[in-house]
């Protein structure tokens, strides 16, 4: 596919172009035009246009606009997927999962639009005041620049996306360069469902590029990012004055706490799921397992029974269950974190080998010590960390042991410290007796420390991408 720019409504192609490969074996997939500071420029001036048109929709009508982009997309889900796939090189299981998430994050965005709504405020409530009537409203921002990472392309474009235009706002999209093919397809859907052209932008290209003018132009009133920690630090120091939600990365940690010795088969094979997920490239990917000493050889025995059954191999055919990390670059990183693990003492379980550039076995390493990278950093690749630990208190000091607080999880029949864990982990959402990993697109969804900024969620969302405007009447 020969992709392109969109801005104003119409396709813009460049010379110069980016290569977009299958990282399961490297085939050209596609190219994006390489964008530059003047295409950010034209994005902004086309969404200030669209942004008056797009605010003059009735609520009812943006509603309808987002509701049928759901249902083009859930009819041309198969189509989609496959994108996504050749793309992101998740198996076509997890594409499949994806386009029915973006289905529903589009839907829950429509509902929204019908509740953008402020309450009165009671200006009679300071001493001295009488005879004035008032409300607050909730009103646009204006023109929205939304960066997306590559690992969830559709779905998290959709999470920016959707909210911002049933507030009433205009975006210029600046996805992933590894996966941008996915996100032009889906602003078509969105212009052919109802919404102005001018109101729905795609700039492609280098974020250093097209993604830094997009973040310095004045007249973007915010920056919504998701994607690493680093990436996200630059564009706030670059960007300015305006209004910034970071969803960045982490290393989530979940509990196994002493009683769960019944259960915990059904536990180590979730936590498998969900370190294993996407070649462990989800922002919650279980990366760091506590388990009680009790149960420590009983767990490992059961996650590495469970690992050895996964399929590692082609994502485009029905029965793989780990495809590859997104290039070569990324697989190396990985396999350089599990040798200087080992290198300090950690001992690997299973997995642990590289079978091509981009595939790597899913891979469970025990007793790592906390210097080591593979605790410290954000692995994204399928490497799970398995320390033991003596205590609730040792297991919440370990999960807070992080620069990153975006979800944790713990798995116990003890209510009080359930509690405990929810009251003193330092993250955005905690699961309990579930791994971390467990998110449903409605509810609110951020993180604290390093993993960012703000909460999405389209209700959520909507709140951040709206401002407070304060109206009052002298009735006197
Ligand atoms: P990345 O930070 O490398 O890139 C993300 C986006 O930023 C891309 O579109 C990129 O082109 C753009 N970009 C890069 N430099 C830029 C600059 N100077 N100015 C403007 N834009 C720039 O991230 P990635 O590798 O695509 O994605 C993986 C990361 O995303 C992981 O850290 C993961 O945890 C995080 N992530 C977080 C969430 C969440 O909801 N918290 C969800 C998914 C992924």
């Not at 720019?5 to 460049?14: E, S």
């Not at 680093?230 to 940690?253: D, F, H, P, Q």
Request: with cysteine; charged share 30%.
């Amino acid at each position: 596919m020969k992709g392109y720019m969109l801005i104003g409504g119409k396709r813009v192609f460049k010379k110069e172009e980016i290569e977009i490969h299958f990282p399961y074996d490297g085939s050209l997939v596609g190219t994006i035009p390489r964008g530059d500071e003047k295409d950010a420029q034209l994005a902004v001036e086309a969404a200030k246009i669209g942004f008056e048109k797009v605010k003059r929709m009735t609520a009812y009508e943006r509603f309808r606009a987002l509701e049928r982009a759901a249902r083009i997309i859930s009819r041309r889900a198969q189509e989609f997927a496959e994108l996504l796939t050749l793309e992101v090189g998740k198996t076509i299981k997890e594409a499949m999962g994806e386009v029915g998430r973006a289905v529903n994050t589009l839907t829950l965005s429509a509902e929204e639009a019908k509740r953008v709504l402020g309450e009165e405020v009671r200006f009679d409530a300071a001493p001295g005041i009488s005879g004035k009537l008032g409300f607050y409203r909730r009103v646009p921002l204006g023109v929205i620049g939304c960066i997306t990472p590559f690992n969830f392309p559709l779905n998290l474009t959709c999470h920016k996306v959707g909210p911002a235009l049933a507030a009433g706002n205009a975006v210029v999209i600046k996805p992933s360069e590894n996966t941008s093919l996915t996100v032009i397809k889906l602003a078509e859907v969105l212009i052919e469902a109802g919404f102005p052209p001018e109101a729905v932008n795609v700039i492609t290209g280098y974020g250093e590029e097209v993604g830094d003018a997009l973040v310095r132009n004045p007249e973007v009133r915010m920056i919504t990012f998701t994607g690493s920690v680093e990436t996200g630090k630059i564009i706030m120091s670059r960007g300015g004055l305006k209004k910034y939600v970071m969803e960045l990365g982490s290393n989530a940690g979940v509990y196994v706490d002493r009683d769960q010795k019944e259960r915990l088969k059904e536990v180590a094979e979730k936590i498998a799921r969900g370190g294993f997920a996407l070649a462990g490239q989800v922002c919650i990917s279980v990366q760091r397992v506590f388990v009680h000493t009790e149960l420590f050889n009983d767990f490992l025995k059961e996650v590495r029974a469970f690992t050895k059954t996964l399929k590692v191999g082609d994502p485009r055919e029905e029965t793989t269950d780990v495809g590859p990390v997104i290039d070569k670059g990324a697989a190396d990183r990985i396999m350089e974190w599990i040798e200087e693990a080992v290198c300090r003492g950690a001992e690997i379980v299973c997995g642990g080998k590289r079978l091509s550039d981009t595939l790597i076995e899913p891979t469970i390493v025990k007793n790592v010590p906390r210097n080591a990278k593979l605790f410290r950093g954000e692995v994204f690749g399928p490497v799970i960390v398995v320390n033991e630990v003596s205590s609730l208190e040792e297991a919440i000091e370990g999960v807070n042991d992080s620069p990153y607080g975006l979800q944790a999880g713990i798995f116990t029949n003890d209510l009080k410290g359930a509690l405990k864990f929810a009251d003193e982990v330092e993250c955005g959402g905690i699961m309990v007796n579930e791994i971390p990993t467990f998110r449903v697109d409605q509810m609110p969804y951020g993180g604290v420390k390093e993993s960012g900024i703000g909460r999405e969620g389209p209700k959520f969302a909507v709140e951040e991408m709206t401002e407070i405007k304060t109206i009052c009447f002298d009735m006197n």
